[in-house]
């Protein structure tokens, strides 16, 4: 049971172009949202984050956009850049027994082409 | 400088062979967790622990045990009942709630041999 699911296992994009990575949850109890990116062996790092009572969340280059109606989430990348090129984890979270317990996606792996 | 620290970064393990995953961290955080992950399946949860000497299982927690004793350590051992233990673990530990997301180890990679 995938309540957390990212589809398209692998994006690629141009620099300088936009990036959009979706997701898409089944729970409606959960109530955040994180995207992480993850570099090779190396542990994943947070990245931005949205509550359910936004439906937007900006940071610099990355937008999280959620659509509580539709269970989805995308975040956009803009503008792209060669060192953006990761695997990309979002994760959810909710309310019930406030465990801090974050449910990940199976991962959308991006490469940039310079 | 605060941070989480997972050693070894790469261990072998033979056949009917316990080992443990050290996981330190220094953030005074109080609740830490343990991922695996595997191609195409993301990160699964193994255990987690919100309050020292208190755990709980995760998803995936069959063959894998925990330990809590201080709140800097939350080492996992891998028992000879898991029966697919080669994989890329992650630790992690969160000051609370999830709007204070995770912070990540290095990982450690796992190979039986």
């Known amino acids: 049971d995938q309540q957390v699911k990212q589809n398209s296992p692998s994006l690629s994009v141009q620099e300088g172009r936009i990036s959009i990575l979706n997701c898409d949850y089944t729970?409606?109890?959960?109530?955040?949202f994180l995207w992480y990116k993850k570099y090779p062996a190396e542990g994943p790092t947070f990245l931005i984050s949205?509550?359910?009572?936004?439906d937007k969340n900006e940071d610099g280059r990355f937008t999280v956009f959620l659509n509580k109606s539709a269970k989805h989430l995308s975040l956009h990348i803009v503008p792209s850049q060669p060192g953006d090129s990761a695997v990309y984890f979002c994760?959810?979270?909710?309310?019930?027994?406030?465990?801090?317990?974050?449910?990940f996606g199976q991962g959308t792996t991006l490469q940039v082409k310079p | 400088d605060g941070g989480i620290t997972q050693s070894p970064k790469y261990l072998f393990r033979k056949e009917g062979q316990n080992v443990t995953l050290s996981c330190e961290q220094n953030?005074?955080?109080?609740?830490m967790y343990w991922y695996r992950q595997d191609p195409g399946q993301g990160l699964r949860l193994i255990y987690y622990?919100?309050?020292?000497?208190?755990?709980q299982k995760g998803d995936i927690a069959e063959g894998y045990s925990v330990s809590r004793e201080k709140k800097e350590s939350f080492p996992l051992t891998v028992t000879s009942a898991q029966k697919n233990p080669t994989a890329f673990y992650l630790c992690?530990?969160?000051?609370?709630?999830?709007?204070?997301?995770?912070?990540f180890g290095s990982g450690t990679r796992l190979t039986v041999v």
């Open positions: 992690a530990s969160s000051a609370g709630p999830p709007n204070y997301g995770y912070t």
């Open positions: 729970n409606s109890m959960f109530d955040y």
């Open positions: 949205i509550s359910s009572i936004k």
């Open positions: 994760a959810a979270s909710g309310r019930t027994g406030n465990t801090g317990k974050l449910i």
């Open positions: 953030l005074n955080h109080d609740a």
């Open positions: 622990s919100q309050i020292v000497n208190d755990f």
